[in-house]
Every structure is written in structure tokens, then in C-alpha cells.
């Protein structure tokens, strides 16, 4: 087995905690031989503000480069909630995106069947739901120029969406590849009737359909109508492919037909590296109390070992862990239905305990 370097960024609010839990699953790993892997830290977000003055500092930058892959907590914090954007603790998180070239993010919405009663969603909708939403991450309107204030009288705030054939095609492929691999549907969400952006973005994706692959069955749905159809009846879905800021929006709607969203984890991908962390925020309002749910973080260390370590075979234990503790009725409080529930840490070291078992 070959060693591997990641870094870990736990960030601010909850990240840390759950950072702590998902050190916890690797350490048990490598102890039992199944990686081999080192760890380093390094500050982003808020965190780095406070320790370099910049929410992604040089020093973290350098080691993001030369590590074989990395995970994240959460950016965001209120202290600096104020702050001019580029001293704002998600720019960091961008930055961290964009140096990267982290063009896809795959999240993943499925329910484990113990969560049924979690969601607020009657459970034959979501029974057996399986969907991914690939996400452009690193164009649109987050990053579009110019961007800016007008200030005046009527100050103004403005930003621009914009995307290319070239951005559009590279999203594209991986969703229409990775459909292969799945049930060859996939849905691309746009606001076709409104924004020219989308006009490209819709274009697009049908003319690499038609050149290249026939055998996928490919919907169009607009954004408004995909926000209410998720809800109807998510499991029309197999692959949702959408813009940055829609799926950013989608993604946090999904992830509540798992039944929390602190159930979700992601990669953000390039072509050669990958970032790993929970859909949720920093969640300032619970950070510190032991509550937060740490298995949208651990299962971005699955994700990991899938899409980065290229172990399927631990990325399953690791969910199959998870499987059998919720099946055990082990839940945060994000998920409980009563009033007792398990702590963050209760939760990870019973994960952990699980690992153990299936050694
Ligand atoms: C996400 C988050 C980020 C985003 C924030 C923290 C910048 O909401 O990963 O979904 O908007 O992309
Ligand atoms: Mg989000």
C-alpha cells in the first residue's frame, strides 16, 4: 500500500468537532492496516483570518498543492460574517476551489433505511431514494466578473452569471460518464427561459449528448420546477446536472429528504486532485455543544477513499458502518425523533466500533 498525504482543513464552527471525528475513522484505519495514511492541518476560513489575516493563506495553499488529497470541515463564521468579501471566511473556501480547479462536485442524496421517519417527507417518496447532483463548481455567478458595488444614492450590489461551451462540456462529460455507471438518466437544470447563460449551458449539453452519448436519456427541467418536482417525487431523478449557485441551492433542498443535512457529504474534484467535506455549513448557532452530527463528515472520508484512494472496498466499510449504527438506533439530535441522543463524539466512536467488528 502506498502512503498517502492528505491535510485537513477543519475550519471554523462545527468543523472542528467533526474533524475530530472523522481523524478518529482513519486513525482506526491505519491501525488496522486497511491505510496508510498521514495527516497534516492547515487554517482556512475564519480561523485563518484571525491566525495569517487571510482566509486562505500562502502557507495552506502550498500544502493543498502537494497533498494527495483533502478534507474539510466548514468555513463561516459571525465575527467576521461583516467583513469586506475577500477577508470573508468563504472566500477562502472559494479560493480553495477555484486554485484547485475543483470544476466538479458530486454530492450524493441517499437515504439509509433507518433514517425513513427522520425525513419530513412521507416515506414512500423517499423510499429507497439514490440520486447525485453534479455541481459546476468554480464558474457562474459566484465567480463571474465584473462583479461589484455601485455605490450612491441607491447603492447597488451586482454580479454576473456567465458560462462557456468549454465549462459547460467538462461538467457535462462527468455527469453523462458517471450516468453510464448508473441507471443513464440524467436531468440538467437550468433557467433556460430567462437567462442567456443558461441558453449556452442547455445548448450545450444537448449537442454533447447527440455527438456523444446516444444511450443516455437526457431530460431538461427548469430550476424553479426541479426545486418543486425534488420534493414531489425525487426518485424521477438519477443524476441531477446543474450550474454552481442552483446546485448549491438544490443540494440543501435534497439533503433533507435523507432526513438531515447533516447527513451529506461531497467531493469536489479536478482532474488530478480532491477536496472532501460535509454539504453543511459551519453552523455557528450549535459549534461547541457536542450536537453536531459528524456522519456527513465520515462519509466524505468514504467519499474519499472511493474517488481518491481508489478503495472501494473501505468506503464501503465505512458506510456500512454508519448503516448498522443508525439500524441500531443510534442518532444525533438532528435526527433523533425522541429526546434522548447520541453526542458527536458518542456517534464517531460508535462508527468506530463498529469498523472494529468488520476487521
Ligand atoms: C456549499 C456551501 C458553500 C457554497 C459556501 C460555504 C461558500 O454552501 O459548499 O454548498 O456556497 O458553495
Ligand atoms: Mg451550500
Known amino acids: 500500500m502506498t502512503k498517502k498525504n492528505i491535510l485537513l482543513l477543519?475550519?471554523?464552527g462545527v468543523g472542528p468537532e467533526i474533524m475530530l471525528e472523522a481523524i478518529k475513522v482513519i486513525d482506526v484505519l491505519n491501525e488496522t492496516n486497511l491505510s496508510d495514511i498521514s495527516y497534516d492541518y492547515a487554517d482556512i476560513g475564519g480561523i485563518a483570518i484571525d491566525n495569517h489575516g487571510t482566509p486562505y493563506p500562502d502557507e495552506t495553499s502550498v500544502k493543498a498543492s502537494r497533498a494527495d488529497c483533502i478534507l474539510l470541515g466548514a468555513v463561516g463564521t459571525k465575527k467576521h460574517e461583516k467583513n469586506e468579501n475577500k477577508l470573508k471566511p468563504e472566500s477562502g473556501l472559494?479560493?480553495?476551489?477555484?486554485?484547485?480547479?475543483?470544476?466538479?462536485?458530486?454530492?450524493?442524496?441517499?437515504?439509509?433505511?433507518?433514517?425513513l421517519e427522520s425525513s419530513t417527507i412521507k416515506s414512500e417518496v423517499i423510499k429507497n431514494l439514490d440520486i447525485v447532483i453534479i455541481r459546476e463548481l468554480i464558474g457562474g455567478v459566484y465567480f463571474g466578473e465584473p462583479r461589484g458595488f455601485k455605490d450612491g444614492v441607491n447603492r447597488t450590489g451586482?454580479?454576473?452569471?456567465?458560462?462557456?461551451?468549454?465549462?459547460?462540456?467538462?461538467?457535462?462529460?462527468?455527469?453523462?460518464?458517471?450516468?453510464?455507471?448508473?441507471?443513464a438518466k440524467v436531468t440538467s437544470v437550468d433557467k433556460a427561459n430567462v437567462l442567456e447563460a443558461s441558453q449556452v449551458w442547455r445548448e450545450t449539453v444537448t449537442k454533447l449528448h447527440?455527438?456523444?452519448?446516444?444511450?443516455i436519456k437526457l431530460d431538461h427541467m427548469y430550476v424553479d420546477n426541479a426545486a418543486m418536482q425534488l420534493i414531489k417525487d425525487p426518485k424521477q431523478?438519477?443524476?441531477?446536472?446543474?450550474?454552481?449557485?442552483?446546485?448549491?441551492?438544490?443540494?440543501?433542498?435534497?439533503?433533507?429528504?435523507?432526513?438531515?443535512?447533516?447527513?451529506?457529504?461531497?467531493?469536489?474534484?479536478?482532474?488530478?486532485?480532491?477536496?472532501?467535506e460535509p454539504i453543511h455549513g459551519s453552523a455557528p448557532d450549535i459549534a461547541g455543544q457536542g450536537i453536531v452530527n459528524p456522519i456527513a463528515m465520515i462519509l466524505s472520508v468514504a467519499m474519499m477513499f472511493e474517488y481518491s484512494l481508489n478503495?472501494?472496498?473501505v468506503s464501503n466499510l465505512i458506510k456500512d458502518a454508519i448503516e448498522n449504527v443508525l439500524r441500531s438506533g443510534i442518532f444525533t439530535k438532528d435526527i433523533s425523533n425522541k429526546k434522548e441522543f447520541a453526542s458527536t463524539s458518542e456517534m464517531g466512536n460508535a462508527i468506530i466500533m463498529e469498523i472494529k467488528k468488520h476487521v
Do not use: Q
Open 10 to 12: 477543519p475550519g471554523d
Open 94 to 115: 472559494l479560493a480553495l476551489r477555484k486554485s484547485l480547479d475543483l470544476y466538479i462536485n458530486v454530492r450524493p442524496v441517499f437515504l439509509f433505511e433507518a433514517l
Open 158 to 183: 451586482f454580479n454576473t452569471m456567465s458560462y462557456s461551451e468549454n465549462e459547460v462540456t467538462r461538467i457535462s462529460k462527468y455527469a453523462f460518464d458517471l450516468s453510464n455507471k448508473r441507471s
Open 210 to 215: 447527440a455527438d456523444g452519448y446516444p444511450g
Open 237 to 276: 431523478f438519477d443524476v441531477i446536472l446543474t450550474e454552481n449557485l442552483f446546485g448549491d441551492i438544490l443540494s440543501d433542498e435534497a439533503s433533507m429528504l435523507t432526513g438531515s443535512i447533516g447527513m451529506l457529504p461531497s467531493a469536489s474534484l479536478s482532474d488530478v486532485t480532491g477536496v472532501y
Open 311 to 313: 478503495n472501494i472496498k
